[in-house]
């Protein structure tokens, strides 16, 4: 089995085949800040992102059966056990500190808003059913976990009692059966045909039951010594839920009265249009629950955080060299080599021209209106190019060949012609000085590698680095690129050829699993947010391939000014609902808040897979100016009648 092709931690039941793919750094990244502010179990956490942004792995790590895997081994998972104590949910003295089970929403739940009752009894019977398994999960967890339900002892609330009995006591046992009891009554409600009426409610359905407000801890005897550890509900793929049930279900869990941490799971798709696009607005303070964001509850977003875009990248290709090599590992073929890392197997070379593709680009530097620049100004332009390679060489200790400088010429020579007065170009060659300097810097050297891609078709889709940045800080969509070259890499081990895949072979599977990632991806309005992102596609390229290269690399988003961004969910409902699925299954980021020209930006971003699969850049930053309403006509469908 190839890993990297085949979501490894969704297939694994096992905690020690589990344990050996999960990489410690998205919980530094996501959790650490929290952990220190005493945030992460004190209170709702809502974690929000993307499909394969890695919710459901880290969910599973801070249940209590895998928590106790990795303690009872912290030599082998010592990163995973010291990041763990970094999110302090484990004790500085090595115990467990919480008691985690998961409970996925996908089934049931959503029947309970599907019945024919008030809303306050439908939220009931959610609450109810939750719980309930909740309760019977934990105890599951703790036998798990090797800890006999005899020697564990529920520590409720102190102001409590009313409730303790209603839920059976502190026995677990006693917990136990009534939580079953709960559990059938409420089933049979949801799970039948015909609902029954009022007065035909089995006794479990309609009763008082609310564990969460009274349990408090749970004491374990470790080594002969009571530890206490706080009990977790992750209740994940929470956006199966409706709306307005997940909205009651998050007021709900918010109240500052549970002390049992609480944590939800779900994708961008529950949020409101309003919210997707203006994060700042998601689950704003509600007059009528009283419920209070900044106190109440932490929402941590399992995507790149706002704020410096550099170091965003940089994190995730830790995440990512990290992930790549514990993956590598369980591959027979690999670890029989001792080849455990995949940037060696990536060659990061830049490649060259062919000397007779050279010789046209050379060709070309004298042809069309590039012959009217005066001989004294091409050699000042060279001059210049050359004094920056040198430059870069020492600083970078790469040196760049013959084609990628004849190409920079050429495009400082472009942007020569565009700001001397037009009359010099029907004359003979004069040594016309430009109305702004001219400046040879990264910006040129870049846009001189994309041009020699676009018109030379030089590979540029190559090295680990880029890998990572192609995924748009995703890591599943990081295994499925990186699982492509794996599978290369292997079929060439197994046949005794080169181990190293070369820059131009990365760039065709790169850009073969792009193609069939992008035609398989499967969303709500598909057809127009694949439509608005062909369109910003095309007019990127357009701009990218110009021979003055204006935007350096070229651009791969649109810019909205903010003002006008924040009145689409007003203005523009459909067009809103479209910014909203492209942006939570990552066919696009936003980027608010961007600088330029004394004004904020919101960038439309696209993602890595439509870089590679149209030619674009993927460095940040470049973009062109647009109107809103040139998003509401790039998602107009074109009329089936016309």
Same mark, same amino acid.
């Given at each position: 089995?190839? /890993?990297?092709?085949?979501?490894?931690?969704?297939?694994?039941?096992?905690?020690?085949? *589990?344990? %050996?793919?999960?990489?410690?750094?998205?919980?530094?990244?996501?959790?650490?800040?929290?952990?220190?502010?005493?945030?992460?179990?004190?209170?709702?956490?809502?974690?929000?992102?993307?499909?394969?942004?890695?919710?459901?792995? =880290?969910?599973?790590?801070?249940?209590?059966?895998?928590?106790?895997?990795?303690?009872?081994?912290?030599?082998?998972? #010592?990163?995973?056990?010291?990041?763990?104590?970094?999110?302090?949910?484990?004790?500085?003295?090595?115990?467990?500190?919480?008691?985690?089970?998961?409970?996925?929403?996908?089934?049931?739940?959503?029947?309970?808003?599907?019945?024919?009752?008030?809303?306050?009894?439908?939220?009931?019977?959610?609450?109810?059913?939750?719980?309930?398994?909740?309760?019977?999960?934990?105890?599951?967890?703790?036998?798990?976990?090797?800890?006999?339900?005899?020697?564990?002892?529920?520590?409720?609330?102190?102001?409590?009692?009313?409730?303790?009995?209603? !839920?059976?006591?502190?026995? /677990?046992?006693?917990?136990?059966?009534?939580?079953?009891?709960?559990?059938?009554?409420?089933?049979?409600?949801?799970?039948? =045909?015909?609902?029954?009426?009022?007065?035909?409610?089995?006794?479990?359905?309609?009763?008082?039951?609310?564990?969460?407000?009274? !349990?408090? *801890?749970?004491?374990?005897?470790?080594?002969? #010594?009571? $530890?206490?550890?706080? /009990?977790?509900?992750?209740?994940?793929?929470?956006?199966?839920?409706?709306?307005?049930?997940?909205?009651?279900?998050?007021?709900?869990?918010?109240?500052?009265? !549970?002390?049992?941490?609480?944590?939800?799971?779900?994708?961008?798709?529950?949020?409101?249009?309003?919210?997707?696009?203006?994060?700042s607005e998601a689950f704003p303070q509600d007059s009528e629950s009283g419920r209070n964001r900044s106190r109440d509850m932490v929402i941590i977003r399992m995507q790149a955080k706002p704020g410096d875009r550099g170091a965003n990248r940089r994190a995730f290709r830790k995440i990512a060299r990290d992930m790549s090599e514990r993956y590598l590992r369980q591959m027979p073929v690999f670890m029989r080599r001792g080849l455990h890392s995949l940037p060696n197997l990536l060659d990061a070379q830049p490649p060259s021209l062919p000397a007779g593709k050279l010789k046209q680009l050379e060709a070309t530097l004298g042809s069309g209106r590039r012959k009217f620049v005066g001989a004294e100004r091409r050699r000042d332009i060279e001059g210049q190019v050359d004094d920056y390679l040198i430059r870069q060489r020492g600083e970078e200790q790469i040196e760049d060949g013959p084609d990628v400088r004849a190409m920079? $010429?050429?495009?400082?020579?472009?942007?020569?012609?565009?700001?001397? %007065?037009? &009359?010099?170009?029907?004359?003979?060659?004069?040594?016309?000085?430009?109305?702004? %300097?001219?400046?040879?810097? &990264?910006?040129?050297?870049?846009?001189?590698?994309?041009?020699?891609?676009?018109?030379?078709?030089?590979?540029?889709?190559?090295?680990?680095?880029?890998?990572?940045?192609?995924?748009?800080?995703?890591?599943?969509?990081?295994?499925?690129?990186?699982?492509?070259?794996?599978?290369?890499?292997?079929?060439?081990?197994?046949?005794?050829?080169?181990?190293?895949?070369?820059?131009?072979?990365? @760039?065709?599977?790169? #850009?073969?699993?792009?193609?069939?990632?992008? &035609?398989?991806?499967?969303?709500?309005?598909?057809?127009?947010?694949?439509?608005?992102?062909?369109?910003?596609?095309?007019?990127?390229?357009?701009?990218?391939?110009?021979?003055?290269?204006?935007?350096? @690399?070229?651009?791969?988003?649109?810019?909205?000014?903010?003002? @006008?961004?924040?009145?689409?969910?007003?203005?523009?409902?459909?067009?809103?609902?479209?910014?909203? &699925?492209? =942006?939570?299954?990552?066919?696009?980021?936003?980027?608010?808040?961007?600088?330029? #020209?004394?004004?904020?930006?919101?960038?439309?971003?696209?993602?890595?897979?439509?870089?590679?699969?149209?030619?674009?850049?993927?460095?940040?930053?470049?973009?062109?100016?647009?109107?809103?309403?040139?998003?509401?006509?790039?998602?107009?469908?074109?009329?089936?009648?016309?």
């Amino acid at each position: 089995m190839n /890993p990297f092709e085949k979501r490894a931690t969704e297939y694994i039941r096992d905690d020690q085949a *589990f344990l %050996p793919y999960v990489t410690p750094e998205p919980l530094i990244t996501y959790f650490e800040a929290h952990a220190k502010e005493d945030v992460l179990f004190d209170r709702l956490a809502l974690m929000v992102g993307s499909p394969g942004s890695g919710k459901t792995t =880290l969910g599973r790590l801070f249940t209590l059966p895998t928590l106790t895997s990795v303690l009872r081994n912290t030599t082998a998972y #010592k990163p995973l056990f010291d990041a763990l104590r970094i999110c302090k949910a484990v004790s500085p003295d090595g115990h467990p500190s919480i008691a985690g089970c998961r409970i996925p929403l996908e089934s049931d739940y959503r029947e309970c808003w599907e019945l024919p009752y008030e809303d306050s009894l439908r939220e009931r019977l959610l609450y109810s059913l939750l719980q309930a398994r909740t309760v019977l999960a934990w105890l599951r967890a703790l036998e798990s976990a090797g800890h006999a339900l005899s020697t564990v002892q529920m520590i409720p609330r102190l102001d409590a009692e009313a409730n303790l009995e209603a !839920i059976g006591g502190t026995d /677990p046992e006693q917990l136990r059966e009534v939580a079953r009891q709960i559990e059938r009554d409420v089933y049979k409600v949801t799970a039948g =045909l015909i609902p029954p009426a009022l007065d035909k409610l089995p006794a479990g359905a309609t009763r008082a039951y609310d564990p969460f407000d009274v !349990i408090e *801890f749970f004491e374990l005897k470790i080594a002969g #010594k009571p $530890v206490r550890v706080r /009990p977790l509900v992750i209740c994940d793929d929470a956006h199966v839920l409706h709306p307005r049930q997940l909205d009651a279900l998050i007021t709900w869990l918010s109240r500052r009265e !549970i002390r049992v941490a609480r944590w939800v799971l779900m994708r961008i798709d529950a949020l409101t249009p309003q919210a997707a696009l203006k994060p700042s607005e998601a689950f704003p303070q509600d007059s009528e629950s009283g419920r209070n964001r900044s106190r109440d509850m932490v929402i941590i977003r399992m995507q790149a955080k706002p704020g410096d875009r550099g170091a965003n990248r940089r994190a995730f290709r830790k995440i990512a060299r990290d992930m790549s090599e514990r993956y590598l590992r369980q591959m027979p073929v690999f670890m029989r080599r001792g080849l455990h890392s995949l940037p060696n197997l990536l060659d990061a070379q830049p490649p060259s021209l062919p000397a007779g593709k050279l010789k046209q680009l050379e060709a070309t530097l004298g042809s069309g209106r590039r012959k009217f620049v005066g001989a004294e100004r091409r050699r000042d332009i060279e001059g210049q190019v050359d004094d920056y390679l040198i430059r870069q060489r020492g600083e970078e200790q790469i040196e760049d060949g013959p084609d990628v400088r004849a190409m920079m $010429v050429r495009i400082v020579m472009e942007r020569y012609l565009n700001r001397v %007065p037009q &009359s010099s170009l029907f004359d003979e060659p004069t040594e016309t000085v430009p109305s702004t %300097p001219l400046k040879v810097d &990264s910006s040129v050297r870049n846009a001189a590698r994309m041009h020699l891609h676009q018109e030379f078709e030089l590979p540029y889709f190559y090295g680990f680095d880029l890998l990572c940045d192609a995924a748009t800080e995703n890591a599943e969509r990081f295994l499925r690129l990186a699982g492509h070259l794996v599978a290369q890499i292997e079929t060439q081990l197994i046949r005794e050829a080169e181990t190293v895949l070369t820059p131009a072979m990365q @760039e065709r599977l790169l #850009k073969q699993r792009a193609e069939r990632m992008l &035609s398989e991806e499967d969303l709500p309005d598909r057809a127009r947010v694949v439509q608005l992102c062909e369109t910003i596609a095309k007019q990127c390229l357009s701009k990218t391939l110009e021979p003055n290269a204006p935007l350096g @690399e070229g651009p791969n988003a649109w810019g909205i000014r903010e003002s @006008e961004f924040d009145s689409i969910p007003k203005d523009f409902p459909d067009l809103a609902r479209v910014l909203k &699925s492209g =942006l939570a299954y990552n066919m696009f980021t936003l980027v608010r808040d961007h600088g330029t #020209k004394n004004e904020q930006w919101c960038l439309i971003e696209l993602s890595g897979t439509w870089a590679l699969a149209r030619g674009l850049t993927l460095r940040r930053g470049g973009f062109l100016e647009r109107r809103t309403q040139d998003l509401s006509d790039a998602i107009r469908m074109p009329d089936a009648t016309s």
